[in-house]
T-cell receptor, first 111, second 115 residues
């Protein structure tokens, strides 16, 4: 079946550091891939998505590229801010309505 | 416009009691999902509603869990005879359509604690 694996946290970085959160997936066919973010005390919200191979999703300085050859969708940001501290979830939707979410990676950015 | 809302935001109950959790999706969204988020775990799919179709209940962990969606809008998740392992955050999400590229919009969740 479909699955998503993302790196375990927590990830602690200093402000302005480079961020990578790894996400790999297993799926048949051509799933859509997502990154959701959950800020403290809030629900999940979509950060970015990509619906086909080689697409790059981007938002708020975050980027992720849909790599079918490596079945990956790694999240990157060139310079993190304290306000980026949150839990990040990688997810896929594989042709049905069911979404598969990773376990989440907590990011803490220190001033 | 208004997002997905859930109530209550927090619920503390005693083992063996029944609880009802409510979700108000975004107006016009035909798809509605319930998930459970336990500490340190990802989101566990519980149930899915799409329009007037029969719901997909395949994720419900036991027959103590049930959900309904009235008039294609508001949904209620009911847990009967609660157990301590039911303690978790219950998240509701809605999307405009059913489809693999569709964005899900999440509510803030209901944090359930069973003593």
């Amino acid at each position: 079946g479909n699955s998503v694996t993302q790196m375990e946290g927590p990830v602690t970085l200093s402000e302005e550091a480079f961020l990578t959160i790894n996400c790999t997936y297993t799926a048949t066919g051509y799933p859509s891939l997502f990154w959701y973010v959950q800020y403290p005390g809030e629900g999940l919200q979509l950060l970015l998505k990509a619906t086909k191979a080689d697409d790059k999703g981007s938002n708020k300085g975050f980027e992720a590229t849909y790599r079918k050859e490596t079945t990956s969708f790694h999240l990157e940001k060139g310079s993190v801010q304290v306000s980026d501290s949150a839990v990040y979830f990688c997810a896929l939707s594989g042709g049905t309505y069911k979404y598969i979410f990773g376990t989440g990676t907590r990011l803490k950015v220190l001033a | 416009g208004a997002g997905v809302s859930q109530s209550p935001s927090n619920k503390v109950t005693e083992k063996g009691k029944d609880v009802e959790l409510r979700c108000d999706p975004i107006s016009g969204h035909t798809a509605l999902y319930w998930y459970r988020q336990s500490l340190g775990q990802g989101l566990e799919f519980l149930i899915y509603f799409q329009g007037n179709s029969a719901p997909d209940k395949s994720g419900l962990p036991s027959d103590r869990f049930s959900a309904e969606r009235t008039g294609g809008s508001v949904s209620t998740l009911t847990i009967q005879r609660t157990q301590q392992e039911d303690s978790a955050v219950y998240l509701c999400a809605s999307s405009e359509y059913q489809g693999k590229g569709e964005t899900q919009y999440f509510g803030p969740g209901t944090r359930l604690l069973v003593l």
